[in-house]
């Protein structure tokens, strides 16, 4: 089947819209753009896509055309009419209009198999990371457009993992896929974008009956990110210094290296002798 590709100036024009900035609408129009998304997302004959801010419909088209089924969520009311009449000849796209924030995900996808292909708004780009990967139904996939650094901090090259790398990557391994120039999008944004993928493990690094305690540790730690662990994981868990010097030690862990430098089985390890110490 040969790509259809919107018009969305033409389409915003057509409807008397202007694109909202509060709701972060940099509309994806390049056809090399979509085509990578559409790349980096693997969509099967077979599979279940989650949509997140459907827009006008250009990346839903592609994916009704490669999917079973598409779910395409969209905050923004005076945008439904265009979508639904741009998605009208697709019989295998559900539109929900809400936020993705506050919708129930199992009740969108109530077969609990699915993956997330989406140019999201870049103003709640972690808030809508962390509710998919801390969701009760995980995705196996996440494909998202973001802003170019963003991408690059969850990937963390550098070894140096910010509390939103070490948020990703306890959930799965994340890559960057592919550039997407700021010249791609309507209206052109100030930052260049790239493809983000996100491929689930089976299970989550650290055990899930641990997994509460092993973010209150780490935005404890990250709280006071200029300080050393003994002091910002005493100050942020209301510990006096010298017993989290101990904890630290007994979890082979230096007290004065800084919460950045720490990997997934640091932060593991602390976790379990805080547990047994409790
Ligand atoms: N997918 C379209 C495209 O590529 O052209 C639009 C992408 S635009 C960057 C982000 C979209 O997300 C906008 O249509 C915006 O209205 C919508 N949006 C913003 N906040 C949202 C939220 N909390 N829940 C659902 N959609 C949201």
């Not at 827009?55 to 923004?76: C, H, K, N, P, Y």
Request: with cysteine; net charge neutral; proline share 6%.
């Amino acid at each position: 089947m040969t790509r259809q590709y919107l018009n969305v100036p033409a389409l915003l024009r057509e409807y008397g819209l202007q694109p909202k900035k509060s709701l972060g609408q940099n509309f994806l129009i390049d056809p090399n753009g979509l085509d990578k998304v559409m790349l980096a997302a693997g969509v099967r004959p077979q599979d279940t896509v989650l949509e997140i801010g459907a827009g006008l419909g250009s990346l839903t088209v592609l994916l009704a055309q490669a999917a079973r089924q598409v779910v395409a969520v969209e905050i923004d009311r005076s945008l439904i009419a265009p979508l639904t009449k741009v998605l009208e000849p697709y019989q295998n796209v559900r539109i929900v209009e809400g936020d993705v924030l506050k919708l129930p995900l199992e009740d969108l996808l109530p077969e609990g198999e699915y993956l997330v292909a989406a140019n999201i708004p870049y103003y709640i780009s972690s808030a809508i990371i962390r509710r998919l990967l801390e969701s009760k139904i995980r995705p196996s996939r996440v494909v998202l457009t973001v802003q170019q650094e963003v991408a690059e901090r969850i990937c963390a090259r550098d070894g140096k993992l910010s509390l939103l790398a070490l948020s990703v990557q306890v959930f799965g391994q994340p890559r960057v896929e592919a550039h997407i120039p700021a010249g791609c999008f309507y209206p052109v944004p100030d930052v260049d974008s790239a493809v983000l993928s996100i491929t689930l493990y089976p299970q989550p690094l650290i055990a899930l009956e641990e997994l509460d305690d092993f973010f209150r540790l780490a935005h404890a730690g990250f709280s006071q990110k200029r300080k050393t662990l003994r002091n910002a994981l005493s100050a942020g868990l209301g510990l006096p210094a010298g017993e989290m010097e101990a904890l630290l030690l007994q979890a082979g862990i230096d007290a004065r290296r800084r919460a950045e430098t720490l990997g997934i089985p640091e932060w593991g390890r602390l976790t379990s002798v805080l547990k047994s110490g409790k």
